[in-house]
């Protein structure tokens, strides 16, 4: 069995788990602090993953990065970088599809924390940052747990958004999810059903883990 | 001396309520705040924190002025630096009673002092929920007085304490604050506890 799609898909989780980290916890702070109308439509924009079919997002992606036009040619004319058919490609369809499970949990533990707790910093002196570092995050450690594994997990098994943008490039987009399919396509249940038990083990740790991480604290690993 | 003179509308059931108050007090000085529930006493505290905004008036604490909304003056609530304790708590789960203290700013002999005025000191690696409710509430006063304040608002600050350990605190607080002539304002639905060290009441409410 080829290893590498197994390898590429823990290594794009990875990548795109830790991005999301230092895009979500702004962004799921900021959201939480208010419903403002340009709040409502970036959450909702935010939302939209979940919803959408994956091939909608992956074909805009691919229109909007193609090397031929706009933003894409911009991008590779003046820093030689093409998000199309590569695995940065993949890392940023990644992020845009799993940041609803990187946001949601954040930012909903954020809103329960009472707003005496970031009052009480304030009136201590305490800046916004340090109250939020020093305060609010440790007290959502649970919940901020529960969001990186549940990107990790979504993005080990992503599969439209990522054949629409990343193509099946053996070694470089080639994730374990389109080695299924493709193996499947050339009548290889074998090799197929290897990938998939290894997917359907790890997501199934991974999954029991936060339950067991969050006993106490959450009853699902999406609260 | 404190110029306090605010007006905020409040929302009451489907209609609005004024909360209109003007409060002087000499600088050392407890002043206690009563009235029913809904009056805006918490909001009145919130206001003089900079945690609530104010519809118009003027805060002026010891010759700074901290809000005038005819000037455009509003300090934020890190730059007053009140001594704030809220009614529910507001202790941080994650940190210890020692962790508390020294996250407010205060050195270790102000702790040790801190601990001792609260009867803590036994208590001084616990989290919040490994005190009882009364010892959360100190933890709470002592937390507020860490930065040594100039002004120190209290929300029903001893409501959870029984009469002894009330006694002995105020007793305690009292001696504090008038070493360090703090200024105080307290709300509280009992006055009567607080009648020997309050300069003065003010009654919120119709």
């Known amino acids: 069995m080829d290893w590498s799609p197994i390898w590429l898909s823990l290594k794009l989780a990875t990548i795109t788990t830790l991005l999301l980290l230092l ?72 992020v845009i599809y799993s940041l609803p499970f990187m946001i949601g949990p954040i930012k909903s533990a954020l809103q329960q924390l009472p707003p005496s707790l970031a009052q009480a910093s304030y009136t201590l002196g305490k800046s916004e940052r340090e109250t939020f570092l020093r305060v609010l995050l440790p007290n959502i450690k ?80 999406l609260e | 001396m404190i110029t306090i003179d605010i007006h905020k509308k409040l929302r009451a059931g489907k209609g609005q309520t004024d909360l209109q108050i003007r409060l002087q007090a000499h600088k050392g000085t407890v002043t206690v705040i009563q009235g029913p529930s809904g009056a805006g006493k918490s909001t ?21 002025t901290w809000l005038d909304t005819a000037k455009g003056i509003n300090l934020s609530p890190q730059k007053r630096k009140a001594g704030f304790v809220f009614q529910n708590y507001a202790l941080f789960p994650n940190m210890t009673v020692r962790e508390h203290l020294e996250y407010a700013g205060a050195d270790a002999a102000w702790i040790d002092q801190l601990l001792t005025l609260g009867g ?10 490994q005190l009882s409710g009364g010892q959360q509430q100190r933890l709470a006063i ?38 360090m002539e703090t200024t105080v304002i307290i709300v509280s639905h009992y006055p009567q506890e607080l009648a020997e060290i309050a300069g003065q009441d003010v009654y919120i409410g119709d």
Request: proline content about 5%.
């Open chain 2, 120 to 129: 803590l000191q036994g208590d001084a690696d616990h989290q919040p929920e």
């Open chain 1, 23 to 94: 895009v979500g916890l702004p962004l799921a702070y900021w959201l939480s602090k208010g419903r403002s109308v340009i709040r409502v439509i970036l959450e909702a924009l935010i939302t939209m993953p979940l919803v959408l079919p994956p091939s909608v997002l992956g074909f805009y992606l691919l229109i909007a990065f193609s090397p031929q036009h706009g933003v894409g040619k911009w991008l590779h004319d003046a820093f030689n970088v093409q998000f199309v058919f590569s695995f940065p490609g993949l890392v940023l369809a990644s």
């Open chain 2, 44 to 64: 009145f505290l919130k206001i003089i924190a900079g945690l609530a905004d104010a519809d118009n008036g003027s805060i002026n604490i010891h010759g700074t």
């Open chain 2, 142 to 179: 002592l937390r507020a007085m860490a930065n040594k304040p100039a002004l120190l608002l209290m929300d029903e600050p001893f409501s959870a304490l029984d009469q002894k350990t009330k006694a002995d605190l105020i007793a305690g607080l009292q001696k504090l604050w008038g070493e």
């Open chain 1, 142 to 221: 649970a919940s901020v747990f529960t969001a990186m594994v549940m990107a990790f997990a979504h993005t080990l098994g992503e599969f439209g958004v990522v054949l629409m943008i990343g193509g099946n490039i053996p070694g470089v987009t080639k994730v374990a999810s389109i080695a299924i399919y493709d193996s499947v396509e050339g009548m290889d249940y074998r090799t197929a059903n290897n990938y998939s038990l290894l997917l359907f083990a790890f997501t199934f740790v991974i999954v029991t883990a936060v339950f067991i991480f969050n006993r106490t604290k959450a009853k699902s690993p």
